[in-house]
């Protein structure tokens, strides 16, 4: 079997990489966006009185604008 695999890969280079590259391809178009799945608020699952928590809120109260981008470098 593995002999088979490698006479194909070593006999037809181009081949393989462009199955690769369409495999690739189709995986990212099949696959979901993640912004659909997470969110950028890591206090959002710690309870309130968090000390990291609060000081978050002090600062998306203090800086309302950067707020959105944070997280973003």
């Known amino acids: 079997m593995f002999a088979a695999i490698s006479r194909v890969v070593l006999g037809k280079p181009w081949y393989v990489l462009a199955a690769w590259v369409v495999a690739m391809g189709v995986i990212i178009m099949a696959t979901?966006?993640?912004?659909?799945?997470?969110?950028?608020?890591?206090?959002?699952?710690?309870?309130?009185?968090?000390?990291?928590?609060?000081?978050?809120?002090?600062?998306?109260?203090?800086?309302?604008?950067?707020?959105a981008r944070r997280g973003a470098w």
């Open 32 to 67: 979901p966006d993640l912004d659909d799945y997470s969110t950028g608020n890591q206090a959002s699952f710690l309870p309130h009185d968090f000390e990291s928590v609060s000081a978050q809120a002090i600062g998306t109260e203090a800086f309302p604008r950067t707020a």
